[in-house]
């Protein structure tokens, strides 16, 4: 089977080797595929001739780049702005070449068209050896999961042909791919521009024993499919024909016959494939592998939507609510510890948070940092925490189902591979037989979180007791979930280090949920002096979390000092006291902030109130009407 | 998989994502080669029948042969046709060259449809061989308010996932047939025996290998007069896909300027 398939991926038939073209600004990523196009006869008279008026009529001689550079915006600025793609053959393979750009601010449209290559060159200036931006596209390659690389020093007729030169820029790039784990496949000496070493042996460069690019590209290996693997299969969507579900997606790993039993992530039901559809009506398929899309009919009715995974039968990946992850970051906007994001991985899509920002990395020597904050086109390693355990799998096991994107604002922002994650793998939930609608009825309002934030001292507690007793008096459910409480039993175990006070928060948030969940208003009255710990309880509890920043000034809270505690602090009797030897984040975007600077306690409840109206009381938003 | 199972199994799955994330969505049917393709391989992933409409932009220009495979394959594909006529010549930009006009009807005909039926994704089947701006669009291409492209600032778009959340009031272009070239399209067509507008054989030593409205659209010198002829001509030739339509080549940017308009 493996032979066969060889000679297929080698046949006429086989997919059109995509390659991608990466490297720092200007040294001369579109002008080597103008001219590989040109050199290997694939571009027609016309064509070559219609880029000699465009580039003359810019005062260029030939500039072979304006082959992919098309718009008036990359050719009057001599810059690739957006990746494009251009097919061609050599003796004994098709190609697709993706050019990518190499300015900085581009770096979002590199990412694009490098995610779909297979092997890359990395065109480096010979004058100007290793650039920024160089190393970075090297690092992403990896990151994407490339991992062959040819190397073209170009420009070499800029700096006579120096054998010495080249050496030198070879060794340094040979050196940098090394330590990424990148396989470098050739480095080879060319000039894009005169066309030496591109499909023929430059008369310049004597002293290079080596290929061309061409003899190069041709010597490169599709990277295996994973059939092999476990079976991957995310749920795309379920199409009703008659009384029969069918399932349907593309299959990411391994295969499955008609008959086999398979295991539902996350929910871990189990059935077996009853057939396989098809339209036209051709031979009932016995099976499917990585690669296809597939639509399957099961022979249990068991509940499956989108963003579920069909897998092997015992084989199912585990469900996490907590990923460490490699990320890469493109958007301008900084990402931030305590940033809530959409995150979408496989076909699941899920609300997360920013836990930690772990470690931030430095292209140029590969070391890291910690930071507080992770800027356009960084690399960074972070902790996400979801909203609700999602089906997926570490990226060095399974790369079709490892790996993910985060969404802002609409876009695509940032691209990450899982490395760890923490699971409840062989625990279910067992849901009560109530829904949620069902007590909502009977209690006159939804159930929530009310998440009071702020100082000691700046009247939490004070607040939240008033507002329990205004809830009850109006007949709510409401209950009371007070921070000092919660240490004194559920939580004494912890302490005042910054993963015991993130322990102490998660644990209010989830039990903070679950009386939500039993339609309870719950009135969450903790200091939570972290954003990022705030971040993971509103990623906790979802849709009915509300933020609420009770506000003092730390001198008002002071002068307050109920529990006599900011005196001892300041004497030093009490390590790790917020305000006075510990941090405290003010919320940026509270749903509701109440001053006690300025606030009477009756004022502070009204507006609570209302929003608790708002938030629990309203009719439920009519959701979005399907089909047109 | 050899190419074409390849490339179809990833058209199937962008339909799918465009279906499964954002409605109303409808198909465009220019009732060429390649959306011809786009709608069989459509039929494929929703397994016979389309759950959407599919749209002509009608220009009332089209050959009498196109308007004859219209109507004979609404009935036997059963689609939800809508076919309304594009606005008239005088509603396009003054300023385009003449014949970017006649191609700017479709561009008004479009953002019509968009508003009549209120949709949010069209599924147009464009290709990146085709044409040098062509070949820098997204997958799923999301456009601005007025249905610009803005090509300084596409989003990023990698892994299969795809850029299917849009602000209120904008709409997203989906483009399942970017990766397929035209030599694919025609082997596509002779292996899944999709019928085609018979203009595209060879009559009396001419054909059209690209197919526009009468008057803008001119035939080819070949006596390519079945498919495996026609693969055997584009095999051969250089000559680029488009050289047949005239609005093309009025000037350098002629063709980018009608796309960031928001033509095809
Ligand atoms: N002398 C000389 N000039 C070259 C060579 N290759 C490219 N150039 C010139 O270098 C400049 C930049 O080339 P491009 O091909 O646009 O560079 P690029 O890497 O694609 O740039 P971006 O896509 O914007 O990152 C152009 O003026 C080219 O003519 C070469 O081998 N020798
Ligand atoms: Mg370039």
Same mark, same amino acid.
């Given at each position: 089977m493996t032979v066969q398939l060889d000679r297929a991926a080698l046949g006429q038939d086989a997919r059109a080797f995509p390659i991608v073209v990466v490297g720092h600004v200007d040294h001369g990523k579109s002008t080597l595929v103008g001219r590989l196009l040109h050199d290997t006869d694939s571009l027609p008279?016309?064509?070559?001739?219609?880029?000699?008026?465009?580039?003359?009529?810019?005062?260029?001689?030939?500039?072979?780049?304006?082959?992919?550079?098309?718009?008036?915006?990359?050719?009057?600025?001599?810059?690739?702005?957006?990746?494009?793609?251009?097919?061609?053959?050599?003796?004994?393979?098709?190609?697709?070449?993706?050019?990518?750009?190499?300015?900085?601010?581009?770096?979002?449209?590199?990412?694009?068209?490098?995610?779909?290559?297979?092997?890359?060159?990395?065109?480096?200036?010979?004058?100007?050896?290793?650039?920024?931006?160089?190393?970075?596209?090297?690092?992403?390659?990896?990151?994407?999961?490339?991992?062959?690389?040819?190397?073209?020093?170009?420009?070499?007729?800029?700096?006579?042909?120096?054998?010495?030169r080249f050496a030198a820029v070879a060794a340094e790039v040979r050196g940098y791919l090394d330590s990424l784990d990148l396989n470098t496949a050739a480095i080879i000496p060319v000039s894009a521009r005169h066309g030496d070493n591109i499909a023929t042996p430059g008369t310049a460069t004597p002293w290079h024993a080596g290929p061309t690019l061409l003899g190069a590209l041709d010597a490169l290996e599709p990277p295996p499919a994973p059939f092999e693997q476990d079976l991957r299969l995310p749920v795309q969507d379920v199409y009703r024909q008659g009384d029969e579900r069918i399932i349907v997606g593309r299959i990411e790993s391994g295969t499955f016959q008609v008959g086999d039993r398979i295991t539902l992530a996350p929910t871990r039901q189990t059935a077996r494939i009853k057939s396989i559809e098809s339209w036209p009506n051709e031979a009932p398929k016995s099976g499917a592998r990585a690669g296809q899309s597939v639509a399957l009919t099961l022979d249990e009715e068991l509940f499956v939507e989108r963003g579920m995974i069909v897998a092997g039968h015992d084989a199912a990946p585990r469900s996490a609510r907590v990923l460490g992850v490699r990320l890469f970051w493109l958007d301008r906007s900084a990402l931030q510890v305590g940033d809530r994001l959409r995150l979408r991985i496989g076909t699941a899509e899920v609300e997360a948070a920013v836990t930690t920002i772990d470690e931030v990395l430095d292209v140029e020597t590969l070391g890291t940092a910690s930071g507080k904050a992770i800027g356009q086109n960084d690399v960074a390693r972070i902790t996400l925490t979801l909203a609700k355990p999602v089906a997926l799998d570490r990226y060095a096991a399974l790369a079709g189902t490892g790996r993910g994107v985060l969404v802002r604002d609409w876009r695509l922002?940032?691209?990450?591979?899982?490395?760890?994650?923490?699971?409840?793998?062989?625990?279910?939930?067992?849901?009560?037989?109530?829904?949620?609608?069902?007590?909502?009825?009977?209690?006159?309002?939804?159930?929530?979180?009310?998440?009071?934030?702020?100082?000691?001292?700046?009247?939490?507690?004070?607040?939240?007791?008033?507002?329990?007793?205004?809830?009850?008096?109006?007949?709510?459910?409401?209950?009371?979930?007070?921070?000092?409480?919660?240490?004194?039993?559920?939580?004494?175990?912890?302490?005042?280090?910054?993963?015991?006070?993130?322990?102490?928060?998660?644990?209010?948030?989830?039990?903070?949920?679950l009386f939500a969940e039993t339609g309870l208003i719950a009135v969450v009255s903790l200091i939570a002096p972290r954003a990022g710990d705030r971040a993971a309880a509103r990623a906790i509890v979802g849709d009915g979390f509300r933020e609420v920043y009770v506000k003092a000034a730390l001198q008002t809270c002071e002068r307050r000092d109920p529990k006599g505690l900011y005196a001892r602090a300041r004497k030093g009797e009490i390590a790790n006291f917020t305000g006075i030897s510990a941090p405290y984040d003010a919320p940026e975007a509270a749903d509701l902030v109440i001053d006690t600077d300025r606030l009477k306690l009756e004022e502070a409840v009204d507006r609570l109130v209302e929003a608790i109206d708002d938030a629990y009381y309203t009719a439920e938003r009519v959701s979005f009407a399907e089909g047109i | 998989m050899n190419d074409l199972d390849w490339l179809e199994a990833q058209s199937i799955h962008i339909l799918r994502e465009a279906y499964a994330r954002i409605r109303p969505i409808a198909m465009l049917w220019s009732l060429g080669k390649d959306s011809n393709v786009m709608i069989w391989l459509a039929r494929k992933a929703f397994l016979g029948r389309i759950p959407f409409p599919v749209a002509h932009l009608d220009t009332g220009l089209e050959f009498p042969e196109t308007y004859a495979f219209r109507d004979r394959y609404v009935k036997e594909w059963g689609l939800d046709l809508i076919a309304d006529p594009c606005p008239p010549i005088e509603a396009t930009d003054p300023t385009l060259p003449a014949n970017a006009r006649l191609a700017a009807r479709k561009t008004l005909g479009l953002s019509q449809a968009i508003e009549r039926y209120g949709l949010n994704g069209l599924i147009a089947g464009i290709r990146r061989d085709e044409q040098a701006t062509r070949a820098k669009e997204r997958v799923f291409s999301p456009r601005r308010m007025d249905g610009q492209w803005d090509f300084r600032d596409q989003p990023p778009e990698f892994w299969d996932q795809y850029n299917a959340d849009f602000p209120p009031g904008t709409h997203v272009r989906i483009h399942p047939l970017l990766a397929w070239t035209e030599v694919d399209i025609w082997r596509y067509i002779q292996r899944e025996s999709i019928p085609v507008v018979p203009l595209y054989f060879a009559?009396?030593?001419?054909?059209?290998?690209?197919?526009?409205?009468?008057?803008?659209?001119?035939?080819?010198?070949?006596?390519?007069?079945?498919?495996?002829?026609?693969?055997?001509?584009?095999?051969?030739?250089? *000559?680029? &896909? #488009?050289?047949?339509?005239?609005?093309?080549?009025?000037?350098?940017? *002629?063709? &980018? #300027?009608l796309r960031v308009g928001g033509y095809l």
């Open positions: 008279p016309e064509k070559v001739a219609q880029l000699k008026e465009v580039s003359a009529k810019r005062g260029l001689d030939i500039e072979w780049s304006f082959l992919l550079d098309a718009l008036q915006l990359e050719r009057d600025q001599g810059i690739t702005v957006d990746t494009t793609q251009i097919w061609f053959s050599s003796a004994s393979r098709r190609y697709v070449i993706i050019d990518a750009p190499g300015h900085k601010e581009f770096l979002k449209n590199m990412v694009t068209g490098a995610s779909q290559a297979h092997a890359a060159v990395l065109v480096v200036d010979a004058a100007q050896g290793l650039a920024e931006q160089t190393r970075r596209h090297a690092y992403l390659l990896k990151l994407l999961g490339l991992s062959q690389v040819v190397v073209a020093v170009n420009k070499i007729d800029l700096i006579g042909h120096d054998a010495a922002a940032g691209g990450f591979v899982v490395e760890s994650l923490s699971t409840s793998a062989d625990l279910t939930r067992v849901d009560a037989p109530v829904t949620a609608a069902e007590r909502a009825q009977r209690n006159g309002h939804r159930g929530g979180v009310i998440w009071m934030t702020g100082l000691s001292g700046s009247g939490k507690s004070t607040i939240a007791t008033a507002l329990i007793r205004r809830l009850t008096d109006r007949g709510a459910q409401a209950a009371l979930i007070d921070g000092d409480s919660l240490r004194l039993g559920l939580n004494r175990d912890l302490g005042f280090s910054d993963e015991a006070r993130a322990e102490n928060i998660r644990r209010a948030a989830e039990v903070a949920k | 009559r009396e030593g001419k054909r059209y290998r690209s197919l526009g409205e009468i008057g803008i659209t001119m035939p080819i010198d070949s006596e390519a007069a079945d498919i495996p002829a026609i693969i055997a001509e584009l095999k051969a030739t250089r *000559a680029p &896909e #488009r050289a047949g339509r005239v609005m093309d080549h009025d000037s350098e940017d *002629a063709f &980018e #300027r």
